[in-house]
């Protein structure tokens, strides 16, 4: 009887060897013992490299995003880490963990605890799956950042797979949006109306001198679907411009009227559309751009 009850125990009292169901917070939970919906964990249960590794433990809210499943019996958990005491440089953390099925249970075959970092503020935006080719999918992940009334937004797109997970862009992310509209000066400045231009003549001591330059992009992206890979990646953008150009100057310095001088500016809005076109390759599994260029200008770079 003793024996029994000693045989029964080891089996109940024992570590569970994965999750009866793809619930994305029952997964979650077996990854990290310590995780509750509600709480948050200390880095340490994060496999962070050396090189990235903080020197004291750093707690993290721990995100689930998505269960994606890859076949009947594989899946993938991925989940989003984000440092609760993130400053502005900080970023959140991908982290992406595959399942499988054995009998009745799934079983964690692997993980990869930092695919990526991304954002800003320990935090980055939605993201989206999408199937690029038969059995094939694609995860994109969107991410911002803000500063000195400049705020952009930007995509992440990783190859996802029962192999594993991947950055498909060579650059590691693609521009989507970018505005200068909160900058001092823009608000005003981004008033006039497209297509138009104005002449202002300012006064050499003015803090309005050189007149402010301002921008705003707004895209959209699409993947094709191809028969046997992923499809041409393509961006579609819309940008408004505001800048201007010196056209004269007038004043005399050494007169006996304060001696101000003044400078002319032409200023032009103008609106732009272009696309840019991005093709698979195979060999090295990131997009290479073929047809495009961005439209945003030198100076706001």
Known sequence: ??????AACLVACSKPQGV???????????VFPLWT??????HPQIKIDKKDKADQPMPVSLRPMQVVRLSDDSAVLLVAAEPIEAGHPTPGILGAYWFKRKADVWQLEK???QVAWLGAFGHFGAHHLQEVSPGQQVLAVDWSNSGMGQEMLAMALFKLDAQGISPMLKDNDVLLDMSTAN???CEERMRQPIGKKQRVRLNDMDTENPPRQCFELKSKWSIAKGKNGPGNLLID???KIYSHKEI?????PNSDNDGDTFTSFE???QQLHGKQEYRYDAASGLYKKISGKDLVPDWAR
């Open 1 to 6: 009887m003793a024996v029994a009850v000693l």
């Open 20 to 30: 009866a169901s793809l619930d994305a917070n029952a997964m979650t939970k077996f």
């Open 37 to 42: 919906e509600q709480g948050s964990i200390d």
């Open 111 to 113: 993980r990869d605890d």
């Open 183 to 185: 900058s001092n000066g």
């Open 237 to 239: 953008g819309s940008a």
């Open 248 to 252: 004269g100057k007038d004043g005399d």
């Open 267 to 269: 200023l032009s809005a």
